[in-house]
């Protein structure tokens, strides 16, 4: 069973810019999750879906927004980017047969850097 | 609110030793507790979860964890560590009353087994 899959895997911005980052969740997990991971600031959740709607958000500013399709991709979109955006973004999925006991699947992470 | 602390920045050890990796939490309901870890450059992996029931949980790689309600704790173990364990560990908890996969992440333990 392939894993969750996140592109892209690095990329280089410049302040002002915006960036898309895509999740491919393990087959049949219905919910995806997001997070910030920082040196200074450690894992912070940004936001939840679940069968396209948003369960859940994180305390991030507007600029910072997702949306899932009916296939369970899942996207974030960082709009007027800051130096201080620069971070590991996570995608995780889960299945709801666990209920909400059930564990995360992580990805491997997309590396962005704001010039 | 929510919360997850892990009081130690890095925990060395050497191999063939136990290690303990600590890790306390603050919910207002029942918990779910879980154990991740982390190699360089990846996303999270997986270790274990407690959700009820036995208070001693063992998940992934020889690993251990044990649940402390009336200390608020779930300490990480391992009877005897190899150096193939060092990374960083992260502790996190959700709340059973969240009606989403929400997870508190703890700032991380880095654990370095010397050989």
């Known amino acids: 069973k392939a894993g969750v899959t996140q592109t892209p895997r690095y990329l280089i911005k410049t302040r002002g810019q915006q960036v898309t980052l895509s999740c491919s969740p393990i087959?049949?997990?219905?919910?995806v999750s997001w997070y910030q991971q920082t040196p200074g600031q450690g894992l912070q959740f940004l936001f939840e879906?679940?069968?396209?709607?948003?369960?859940n958000k994180g305390n991030f500013p507007g600029r910072f927004s997702g949306r899932q399709f009916s296939n369970s991709r899942s996207e974030m979109n960082v709009s007027t980017l800051e130096l201080g955006d620069s971070a590991l973004y996570l995608c995780?999925?889960?299945?709801?047969?666990?209920?909400?006991?059930?564990?995360?699947?992580f990805g491997e992470g997309s590396r962005l850097t704001v010039l | 609110a929510q919360s997850v602390a892990q009081p130690e920045d890095q925990v060395n050890v050497a191999e063939g030793n136990p290690l303990t990796v600590k890790c306390t939490y603050s919910?207002?309901?029942?918990?779910?507790l879980f154990w991740y870890v982390q190699y360089p450059n990846r996303g999270l992996q997986f270790l274990l979860k407690?959700?009820?029931?036995?208070?001693l949980v063992k998940g992934s790689y020889g690993f251990e964890a044990e649940f402390n309600k009336s200390q608020t704790s779930f300490h990480l173990k391992k009877p005897s560590a190899l150096v193939s364990d060092s990374a960083l560990y992260f502790c996190?908890?959700?709340?059973?009353?969240?009606?989403?996969?929400?997870?508190?992440f703890g700032s991380g333990t880095r654990l370095l087994v010397r050989p």
């Open positions: 995780a999925s889960s299945s709801n047969r666990q209920g909400r006991s059930g564990e995360l699947f």
């Open positions: 087959s049949g997990h219905r919910s």
């Open positions: 879906y679940f069968s396209e709607t948003q369960r």
């Open positions: 407690y959700i009820t029931g036995d208070n």
């Open positions: 919910v207002s309901g029942n918990p779910y």
């Open positions: 996190a908890v959700r709340d059973m009353r969240d009606s989403s996969y929400k997870l508190i």
